[in-house]
């Protein structure tokens, strides 16, 4: 999903993360995960793939509900299709 141009996390992005959460979803270790997290590479195993997958996934929703509510303190109007 997202192999192509692959960026590897930051370490905040990293620490935006439950890692013990994601090791119990992925039925692996938390050192694994953040292993995964970690790497500088996409990886290659299917289950790491997957961790990868969903923590870009989850930090992208994190990072775009902290611009929504940080718009929402400074005033700043929320522009939908409907207006």
């Known amino acids: 999903m997202y192999k192509e141009n692959f960026k590897p996390l930051t370490e905040d992005q990293i ?3 439950n890692h ?4 119990t979803l992925f039925k ?7 292993r995964v997290l970690k790497s500088t590479e ?3 195993a299917p289950k790491a793939q997957n961790i990868l997958n969903a923590a870009i996934k ?3 929703e994190i990072e775009l509900q902290g611009k929504a509510e940080n718009d929402r303190i400074m ?6 299709e409907n207006d």
């Not at 692996?28 to 995960?33: F, R």
């Open 42 to 44: 996409f990886p290659k």
């Open 75 to 80: 005033g700043l109007e929320v522009i939908t």
């Open 15 to 17: 620490k935006l993360l």
């Open 28 to 34: 692996c270790s938390h050192t694994y995960v953040r």
């Open 58 to 60: 989850s930090i992208e």
């Open 20 to 23: 013990s959460a994601m090791a």
